[in-house]
């Protein structure tokens, strides 16, 4: 039996401190001292907050330790572990709160993270992990699956916000052969990363969820489209499977039940217009990755032409609760009209860069304040950039706005990446538009004409304005070219860039003038 | 390849593992570890309690350790904390103290007077 346990996280950022190397020295600084058998070395997912080195978490004293060095390993040991003082020196610590709020009580997709072991399934199933799958498979119908799921109110969060249960209704009735249900793990966005947080922080909760709606839709097999540069993430989701597998979780006739289940994981190649979910479905079948026209839509015609259902990481890691709990339960997060939680990466000039799990409907304000541990320095609040790319610049007037799909009406689709970049009074508006018309133009797949087209005059106007060479009128061309690529592109990829122009250019038009004088 | 019943099973041990990491303790076990401590045998004292509990599968006890009280004469000091009632301080505790406290006390909760340093 242990008395601690201290928890690494593991996580892009932590791996490039060198978690892997304190760990080590860690535990053969305990073997030294003969404490291996009462501390627990463990390693977990992400703790919620990035930039500040090695992390880690004791229990049960629940600490969190920031910016751990080699060096500081016998000190710590010798005071926390042998003494049983905190050593305060490295405690995780911001200048505008004590403590940063990881607010787990109202977490739902991430509660795990940063408290299990994400590589040991044993650790998941002792959460009540799998309890849901069980429920679904021995004792609910496909049908009353996708009525939880609809009367629940979750709707994606890659973006669209469509209603996950609508979805699952139109491809669940239809006969087919085969049916596939596609994770969409391709998280392209500029700045978002909550995906990959689920995936490292609890992967079997993803592969719970994929099992839940696989089985609602009448799908036997399951891809999660993952992008390659998310090394710990595939990692993770391979053995999570392989586990799952051994456990007689997935595979042939589950529990005696006569399903069958296969989950399989497709690399991305870095393409953002792979993210959209039938270009995501060429590049699945080992074609360029290019989108479709729609209709047929992929609920009727999706990989190799067989129904098929594509959702979003972080939606389907609500099914597993959202099962296990009910509708009803799940209603009580968020605001009247908009139920669930949202995970948001906060990014930029904050003291605590980092992510956070909040109720849906929760204002930006609150956001930066109790999750990113407010303003950089005590620095003024300029704007946010919020869902990436294909997001909107938020002015401070907008800090009050409640963040869900209805308070932000046409803003809405910026929801699903949860991307928040902060900016302070420092920074440049033109040039960060001018950077993101840069990407778009890179992206574009050249698929349809107004996408690569639209992009590549939109870039001559911005240099243009950027060099002081604009006129006032180039602003108004500007939101025109951008709003006819919005009405004529095939996909996402050449619709979204009026997003970002258009709300840099109404909140921010006296910044585009003033370009213009100041290089005169 | 396993059943549901084998699932339940691993469930069930995972959970008492995990424990830890909750903290709906219904009893705080604190050993004193400064160096006096140490040196007393609080660490056996430590070891003790832990298998004591485990032993009798008692999973709402917390055993934690602090700093030195200030009481060098009487180590090993454990402070028992119980919300609602006062907080029980034994001294020179020793391996059977040790277990006399986890069943008289943790379990039956009685107090054993001769061992009380303090109670407050």
Redesign the interface.
């Known amino acids: ?5 201290i928890l690494f996280s593991i996580d892009d950022s932590s791996l490039k401190a060198g978690v892997k190397d304190v760990e080590n020295i860690f535990k053969s600084e305990l073997a030294k001292l003969n404490l291996l058998d ?1 501390v627990n070395v463990l390693e977990t997912g992400t703790l919620g907050f990035f930039g500040k080195g090695v992390c880690a978490k004791v ?4 600490v969190i330790y920031a910016n751990i060095k080699p060096a500081d390993i016998p000190e710590l040991i010798s005071e926390h572990f ?4 905190i050593l305060k020196r490295l405690v995780l610590q911001s200048k505008n709160t004590s403590q940063i709020d990881l607010n787990y009580s109202k977490r739902i997709v991430l509660e795990h993270s940063g ?2 072991d994400p590589e040991n399934i ?2 998941y ?7 849901a799958w ?1 429920k679904a498979l ?1 004792s609910m119908s496909q049908d009353a699956i996708i009525k939880e799921v609809k009367d629940s109110g979750l709707r994606g969060r890659g973006g669209a916000g469509f209603p996950t249960g609508l979805k699952w209704s139109f491809t669940a009735p239809l006969k087919a052969p085969q049916k596939y249900f596609v994770i969409n793990a391709d998280e392209g966005e500029p700045g978002t990363y909550k995906d990959r947080l689920i995936m490292e922080g609890d992967p079997h909760k993803l592969l719970e969820g994929i099992m839940i709606s696989s089985y609602a839709i009448g799908a036997t097999k399951a891809y999660i489209y993952v992008r390659g540069e998310y090394k710990l993430s595939i990692e993770r989701l391979n053995k999570a499977i392989k586990q799952a597998k ?3 979780l997935i ?1 042939k006739n589950i ?1 005696d039940s006569g399903f069958d289940l296969e989950i399989g994981i497709k690399v991305g190649a870095g393409a953002y217009v792979c993210g959209e979910e039938t270009a995501l479905i060429e590049s699945l079948e080992g074609n360029r990755g290019n989108p479709r026209v729609k209709p047929p839509f992929p609920g009727v015609e999706g990989v190799w032409q067989k129904p098929t259902v594509v959702n979003n990481v972080e939606t389907i890691a609500n099914i597993p609760s959202i099962i296990k709990n009910g509708a009803k339960w799940y209603s009580e997060f968020g605001t009247d009209e908009v139920n669930g939680t949202k995970v948001y990466t906060i990014m930029g000039d904050v003291e605590v860069p980092g992510l956070c799990e909040v109720d849906m409907g929760t204002t930006l304000r609150e956001i930066i304040d109790n999750y990113g541990g407010g303003m950089k320095e005590g620095k003024k609040f300029k704007a946010a950039l919020v869902g990436g790319a294909a997001g909107v610049f938020l002015p401070e007037k907008l800090l009050d706005a409640k963040m869900d799909y209805n308070s932000l009406k046409e803003y809405s689709a910026v929801l699903g990446s949860g991307a928040i970049l902060v900016m302070d009074e420092s920074a440049d508006i033109v040039e960060m538009l001018g950077s993101i018309l840069k990407f778009f133009k890179h992206e574009s797949c050249g698929k349809c004409s107004p996408c690569p087209r639209g992009n590549e005059i939109l870039n001559k106007i911005i240099k243009k304005i950027i060099a002081g060479k604009g006129k006032e009128e180039d602003l108004d061309t500007m939101i025109n070219v951008a709003e006819a690529m919005a009405k004529t592109s095939l996909c996402a990829l050449g619709q979204s860039p009026i997003m970002p122009i258009k709300t840099a250019i109404n909140n921010f038009r006296e910044e585009f003038l003033a370009k213009n004088k100041s290089k005169k | 390849m396993k059943t549901l019943a084998d699932l339940k099973k691993i469930r069930e041990q995972a959970q008492k593992n995990m424990s830890l990491r909750e903290s709906n303790n219904r009893i705080k076990i604190v050993i004193g570890m400064g160096t006096s401590g140490i040196a007393m045998g609080a660490r056996e004292v430590m070891k003790t309690f832990l298998n004591e509990l485990a032993n009798r599968k008692i999973d709402d006890v917390l055993v934690t350790q602090t700093g030195e009280k200030g009481l060098s004469s009487m180590e090993p000091v454990v402070d028992i904390i119980e919300e609602g009632k006062p907080t029980i301080t034994y001294g020179l505790v020793n391996s059977e103290k040790a277990k006399r406290i986890v069943s008289e006390h943790i379990v039956n909760g009685k107090v054993i007077e001769e061992f009380v340093v303090e109670a407050k």
């Not at chain 1, 229990?59 to 629940?62: D, G, I």
């Not at chain 1, 199933?125 to 309890?131: D, F, K, M, R, T």
């Open positions: 039996m242990y008395r601690n346990h009462e229990y049960p004293e629940n042998l003494k049983g003082r408290i299990i044993d650790e199933l002792g959460v009540g992990g799998y309890e069980e021995t051994e456990y007689g595979g529990f």
